[in-house]
């Protein structure tokens, strides 16, 4: 394993050991993995965040099912959506029009607030 593997396993077990603490918020944990994967070369310059704020998350399920409409676009990599925070993240392999993402949550019936 690599001296940046080991590192981001590391940093991910705290990250995730301040959650269950509670000493953490999951927004504030979302944004430090991407920061880590972008230091440790896990994220590339070339693949881009797209953020947004929805409602009508209410739970686990909601947040599976905008995430499964989200990763059935082609130009999307993965998406890390929370129904605590009512936001997605998406990560793009390419561009993508925002009115193609929001369509997209709006037509599972959860309403997008805002795209970042």
């Not at 999951?26 to 881009?48: D, H, N, Q, R, Y």
């Not at 390419?94 to 997008?112: G, I, N, Q, R």
């Amino acid at each position: 394993m690599t001296f940046e593997i080991i590192f981001v396993l590391l940093a991910l077990v705290g990250m995730v050991i301040a959650l269950i603490l509670d000493k953490m918020r999951p927004g504030m944990v979302l944004f430090s993995v991407v920061v880590l994967f972008l230091c440790a070369g896990i994220l590339t310059p070339k693949e881009m965040l797209e953020g947004f704020s929805n409602k009508g998350m209410m739970c686990g399920h909601c947040e599976a099912t905008v995430k499964k409409a989200l990763e059935a676009l082609p130009e999307v990599t993965s998406a890390e959506v929370s129904h605590e925070a009512g936001t997605a993240v998406v990560t793009l392999s390419s561009e993508v029009a925002d009115d193609v993402l929001k369509k997209t949550v709006e037509e599972k019936d959860y309403k997008v607030t805002a795209i970042d």
